[in-house]
């Protein structure tokens, strides 16, 4: 966006912008704290009948605290789990819902 025409800029004064490098209309986002290290892959847990399925994940675009992931079996709903998944294994038995659990964008949050 130009700087507007009869801006009053003065000489060392700070301005703020953003550029955007890419832009994908149709992602999966999840927050960075879903996204977890593992060895040399990233890994991140969702919750589907009470049961946590850790997926292999690649990641995309970042922007803030939001991350784009790509992985089988994901899809736009999906509960991720963000507070206390470095403890999931597997098949582990999570508890989602109540005041902790909410909407993402694509996604949405859960706690173990």
Avoid: W
Avoid at 20 to 42: I, W
Avoid at 78 to 103: C, F, P, R, S
Wanted: no cysteine.
């Amino acid at each position: 966006m130009p700087v507007p025409p009869g801006a009053l800029l003065l000489l060392g004064e700070h301005v703020q912008a953003s550029i955007e490098v890419e832009k994908k209309g149709n992602a999966l986002v999840a927050p960075r704290s879903a996204v977890l290290l593992d060895g040399d892959t990233h890994v991140l847990f969702t919750v589907k009948n009470g049961k946590a399925i850790r997926h292999e994940v690649m990641l995309g675009i970042a922007s803030g605290d939001r991350v784009e992931v790509t992985g089988a079996d994901l899809h736009a709903g999906d509960l991720v789990v963000t507070l206390g998944n470095y403890e999931l294994t597997d098949g582990m038995a999570v508890q989602a819902g109540g005041k902790d659990a909410k909407a993402q964008q694509g996604s949405r949050e859960a706690k173990p």
